[in-house]
């Protein structure tokens, strides 16, 4: 079972206070470190971790334990929105294992949080419990500084802790969601108003798919455009639908696609859905692919 | 480091040996018996384990030690061509491990087993050092009956190990090989002659491409035919090359393709580089795959 976490945290300046966080976790059994990165601008830290549901858990509460003692909301500044010293915290379910789960342990992370650092926590995504709660902008707006206040109003009581922020540590939101996929389709043309109607075309906000956000974007000193996209749900928006949306869509001002790019890392699964659909396949199960089954074997021991 | 081997036993009507050949492997350190399986009119079983090279040439000489105390040749009747207890043993790179590494196994075991069991062994496929004895049909000609007839003769010295038979457990054919994919696509007609046409088109002993093996089949319950293939070296012929190629040969006959199917295993490039194709994917590398980079994590351990 392999669950990731992606932490947000604010602290990107201090790098002994960031790399203590990282030890922190480190120290974790069941949970492999797989990255972290700070932005001093942001003020921020992102480290990606996974590992089975219980070592996640615990190594949460670590990376917790370390930001409120380390990290005073009252004194960050930083270009970034944020509410609390950890900020964001969503489980992404990645090998044999469901959303359902990762929404619950959401829910019993978000409990333990609340019961021993007295921080108040906000579920957002697949775990949230309110519809006017499920996005993460919609959560932090107003920030750390408009949260007592926010707070105090009605239908912001948070989901689990008490009714007020953490004086220092703000409030934290955690949320279970799906794998994000960072895929740029290259156009063999420089025309900029190309990749963006294209772009408006298949982006959610503007009428396209759910589980796509897109802008058009300029490659200057290739002279070439680029529709660059994250994908945030690889099952329900899968990338060769997109891939062959923005394709037809191309062919209508006479571009041709060049490449497209998957930027970082991608599920195995995506990548099979593509090669099933466009090799026709019928009756294709993961236990097929070879690897899956010696894993599933190795895991059996 | 994972190296699959598919050794074939010319024994598959006595159940209690087939059992003890299977128990000596699950016995072996660092090996996992994926499956095994036995045809009684072939009177051959075939099994297939996978592990580290160490594991996987003590579960080779641990199944040469049960075969050549429990199969006598002299009386072994069957439809299947054989040439020694263990017949064949093939050794697979599936990751972590290049062919030249499994080339090096097959010549390593091979020492051993013609050491330790005084059986002559000659080396096939990727592994031979002789371009007659490459395929596995021409070194086994003559089978066990002409097999002292045939080492006698000019060129037929075994790679290692006495130059006349075993008495009772023959010779082994021992060597490295690409994973074979059976790949089947279905279309949308009754017309057996267009399959074989098709088959006939991609596979290389008529002319097509050089690692598939194709035959056209009539799939009579459901009243369409089927390109039946063995492709058995997936990154020189890629299956999307394939598929591409049979849908094309049929529109010549006004003829679909309904889908295709893998039936067994298959390793996830051979899924992967039909994605990139089709997804026109540029710069893209296997350390992008999710679960790859979790695993190579774990292994770092």
Redesign the interface.
Known sequence: M?I?CVPNVSEGRRPEIVAAMADAIRAVDGV?L?DHSSDASHNRSVFTF?GDAAGVERAVLALFERAVADVDLRAHRGEHPRMGAVDVVPFVP??GVTMADCVALARKVGTAVADRFHVPVFLYEEASSNPARKNLEDIRRGEFEGLAAKMATDGWAPDFGPAAPHPSAGAAVIGARM?LIAYNI?LDTNRLDVAKKIAAAIRHSSGGYRFVKAMGIALEQRGIVQVSMNLTNYEKTP??RV?ETVKREAERYGVA??????V?????AA??A??E????????NAD????????S??SEV
């Not at 696609?257 to 998957?262: A, H």
């Not at 659909?277 to 294709?284: D, E, K, S, V």
Request: net charge negative; proline share 4%; hydrophobic share 50%.
């Open positions: 392999v990731e492999r797989l996974a990645i090998e794998p290259n990338i060769f891939f696609v060049l490449e497209s790019e998957i970082g890392l991608v599920p195995s990548l099979n593509a090669a659909f466009y090799l026709q396949m019928t009756g294709f097929q692919v070879l690897e899956n089954k010696l894993r074997l190795k």
